[in-house]
């Protein structure tokens, strides 16, 4: 390729990540880690990655000479690594739907009644309590959903005809998969390439670790948002700011490290939105409960009806967002194994050619 051009194609990579990212931060604080900023995230990291891919083809010839050879194997590793996070992540939203199907059974005892009984209220009251016990033993739950992990893999494996490549992919979580050491193995040695190397690669290394990175950030908020196995946020950002995406990338990070760390947040299983409101509504309806007296008096009943209302409306959330959420992450998890198989094939066709 023209050294010219492709500076100028690196540059504009370099633009369209920052512009992504721009757009992520630019939300309000209300929006932040909700199931659409999550899904617009997830959009974001689909776009990054198909440019990257194209940078990634059009300079095939120098992935396996060192030290790109290096670079492009390391994000590989990165990539599988991921793999197992949007495993963790998909097990996350079958949890939500679980507690989804409590809230279900809430609406379908207290909503449209003529009259409220005891038999209602307590049909309502063991959903509350079958939703916290839900929420708050994670690793019980967790266990029980890694025996019977449905993983992304195995369909993609059967659709991938390159199965050589394919063997090496995580195919699901165990029950001692740990989100917080996944994210440490990704964000290991992700550091800034230095001017030499720079010059070595003709900037094609820049390229990658903004890649890499790209994939560090969108996993590590998959975890702060999605219920996974041993969660944990801590992780080691060595950012600086030289390039154009460094500040709105850290500047959504601080905020989610500063959402996690509210004192209504701390104990949480999951920082997304959605969860927050499924929180506070349930909260609030088993307060209502606690001091129930059949026959309710107008004042109780219209308590409760209001408490319905919010549990509708968390309930909604989650009906029209779970789906078309999961649909991406598998999106993500098969993208990331298609550019690494196709880009192992390519590099051994180069070297068969030398």
């Not at 050491?181 to 800034?192: D, F, H, S, T």
């Not at 905020?255 to 997304?272: F, Y």
């Not at 509708?312 to 998890?333: C, H, I, N, S, T």
Request: charged content about 30%; hydrophobic content about 40%.
């Amino acid at each position: 390729m023209d050294t010219s051009r492709q500076v100028i194609e690196l540059e504009s990579f370099q633009k369209q990540v920052a512009e992504r990212f721009n757009d992520l931060a630019a939300v309000d604080s209300d929006e932040l880690l909700s199931v659409a900023w999550i899904r617009k995230l997830l959009d974001a990291y689909l776009c990054c990655q198909e440019e990257f891919r194209l940078i990634v083809f059009k300079n095939k010839d120098f992935l396996n000479r060192n030290p790109m050879a290096r670079y492009i194997s390391e994000f590989f590793e990165r990539s599988v690594k991921a793999l197992d996070v949007c495993n963790a992540t998909r097990d996350g939203i079958d949890k939500i739907r679980q507690w989804q199907v409590q809230l279900e059974i809430v609406l379908c005892a207290l909503d449209n009644q003529r009259s409220l009984g005891e038999g209602q209220i307590r049909r309502a009251k063991k959903a509350l309590i079958d939703l916290a016990i839900g929420m708050l033993d994670e690793k019980e739950s967790n266990s029980i959903l890694g025996r019977r992990n449905k993983s992304f893999g195995r369909n993609v494996m059967r659709e991938n005809k390159s199965v050589g490549h394919a063997r090496s992919l995580s195919w699901s979580v165990s029950p001692s998969w740990s989100a917080a050491r996944q994210l440490q193995a990704i964000g290991n040695n992700l550091v800034a390439p230095r001017a030499n190397e720079i010059m070595a690669t003709n900037g094609l290394n820049v390229a990658v670790f903004t890649m890499n990175y790209v994939i560090f950030f969108t996993i590590w908020a998959l975890v702060a948002a999605i219920p996974c196995q041993d969660r944990g946020l801590q992780s080691n950002f060595s950012m600086t700011r030289q390039f154009v995406w460094s500040t709105p990338v850290i500047s959504l990070q601080e905020r989610i490290l500063e959402e996690s760390r509210k004192r209504d947040r701390k104990n949480s299983c999951g920082l997304l939105k959605e969860i927050h409101e499924i929180e506070k509504c349930a909260r609030h309806m088993n307060e209502s409960m606690d001091s129930v007296h059949i026959p309710l008096n107008k004042l109780k009943e219209e308590e409760i009806k209001e408490r319905i209302r919010e549990i509708k409306q968390a309930y909604g959330a989650l009906k029209d967002g779970l789906d078309p959420l999961e649909r991406q992450v598998r999106e993500v998890f098969c993208r990331i194994v298609r550019i690494r198989t196709d880009c192992l094939d390519s590099i051994g066709r180069t070297n068969s050619r030398d």
